[in-house]
């Protein structure tokens, strides 16, 4: 296929970083492009059905304490939806189920998380959560993992499975593949507070789906997006960049904004090549690649929550909606290869082993660690990577420029965290424009 194109900028990816940095500078005049690889715009973030159900295969929950994500929603003027809170818990210790109230569990993980994060005078609380520079010794806090931590904490066996399960679930990775940093962030974020931070990570979303909203932020912005569109090559000649997609079509720009995961990034050849330190970060990968799961269940008068160790298929189970005697859960694993969420019969063979009364009708879900475009779920940078990513992807590559949400200032792999990334990219990308024409 033959087309050239001539444009002021060139955006790669139509995840909400990308959709978010060509909407700004299309509001400054400028003539944008966003090239699609998938086939559908929202990258990890999509809305898709479980019989009559929607439910969301990636990004999911949103809060008022994630400014960007719940601007947006409130613009598109969306419905919010609640999810049930977690019903009696059975939690596996020492190979064995036991019974639990929510409460109790709760409890326990907001005193590991005041251990874990050391919160206190001589602790380690990071007041100013946008600001890694406000925290001593962060490029120490960084190279630990999760688990040096956990390691050092002197937890009951409940204690201990309560609380690597929940972390786990959070990071979609095991412990010891995850930067503390990471973490002590995300709890600064959430006001050093379990309650709060459940809230933010896990109670509300968006009742029409947050592929909805996305649609909703591209059409009011009247985007010009080409699904479909492979990046192969960004090659910068002079004061002009030249995208060309794998089917050949080639897309000129003064500037380039690179919305694509970061594990994404090295399956792109770009001229010049990129710094050996993007690249190393692009190669290394971040440590997220864990399972989802969302499936139905028919007849149960209570429903159930399980949480086990992370080394299990499903670490974490709870339903997230009800209807009568209609539940839908969803299930998080630490390995994305543990079992075919989409096959009904490895879905039972692995809740059967949990709880014998869980059983389900219809499953669904999406190895988004094999995906060509993701490579992994959302971004969790491993020991040493916090920083790195930060020194790394902070500065452009001559006319090409990075955005997504592992260049958040704040919520680091969330969808709030893209949109930031991108709108602040955007400034960047239109004040150089500006530069070029003075």
């Not at 380690?124 to 040096?148: I, K, T």
């Amino acid at each position: 296929m033959t087309e050239h194109q001539e444009f002021d900028a060139v955006v790669l990816g139509a995840g909400f970083a990308g959709i978010a940095a060509a909407r700004e500078l299309k509001r400054q005049g400028r003539k944008v492009v966003v090239l699609e690889a998938r086939d559908r715009i929202g990258g990890r973030a999509w809305t898709s059905r479980l019989g009559s159900h929607k439910v969301e295969m990636g990004a999911t929950w949103i809060h008022w304490f994630q400014p960007y994500i719940w601007a947006e929603f409130i613009r598109a003027g969306l419905t919010l939806h609640e999810d049930p809170w977690l019903p009696p818990i059975t939690i596996w210790v020492d190979g064995k189920p036991q019974g639990i109230a929510f409460e109790r569990f709760r409890q326990i993980l907001q005193d590991c998380w005041s251990v874990f994060a050391q919160d206190g005078e001589t602790g380690h609380r990071m007041e100013l959560p946008y600001d890694l520079d406000s925290l001593d010794g962060a490029a120490a806090l960084d190279d630990l993992s999760v688990q040096d931590v956990i390691d050092g904490m002197n937890l009951t066996p409940v204690e201990r499975v309560a609380f690597r399960a929940e972390i786990s679930v959070q990071m979609n990775a095991l412990p010891e593949d995850v930067s503390f940093l990471s973490q002590l962030r995300w709890w600064s974020a959430s006001g050093w507070q379990i309650g709060l931070m459940i809230d933010c990570l896990a109670r509300y979303k968006v009742e029409e789906g947050v592929s909805r909203l996305i649609e909703i932020m591209a059409e009011r912005a009247g985007l010009d997006i080409r699904l479909d569109s492979p990046v192969a090559r960004v090659d910068q000649t002079g004061d002009r960049v030249v995208v060309t997609t794998r089917d050949g079509r080639t897309f000129t720009a003064g500037r380039v904004v690179t919305a694509l995961p970061m594990n994404c990034i090295k399956n792109v050849a770009f001229a010049p090549p990129l710094s050996e330190a993007k690249m190393a970060l692009s190669h290394e990968e971040h440590a997220a690649k864990g399972m989802k799961v969302l499936f139905q269940t028919e007849g149960e008068p209570t429903g159930h929550a399980i949480v086990a160790e992370p080394d299990a298929p499903l670490n974490l189970i709870n339903p997230i909606r009800i209807e009568g005697e209609t539940r839908i859960y969803v299930g998080f694993g630490a390995d994305g290869q543990a079992f075919d969420p989409t096959d009904l019969d490895a879905v039972n063979r692995v809740l059967s082993d949990l709880h014998p009364d869980l059983k389900a009708v219809a499953a669904t879900g999406h190895d988004w660690s094999t995906d060509a475009f993701s490579l992994g779920t959302w971004h969790m940078p491993r020991p040493g990577q916090n920083l790195r990513v930060a020194q790394a992807f902070a500065e452009p590559e001559g006319r090409v420029f990075f955005a997504g949400d592992y260049l958040a200032k704040g919520w680091v792999g969330f969808m709030d965290g893209a949109i930031e990334s991108g709108l602040l990219t955007a400034d960047r990308v239109e004040e150089s424009l500006r530069a070029d024409a003075a």
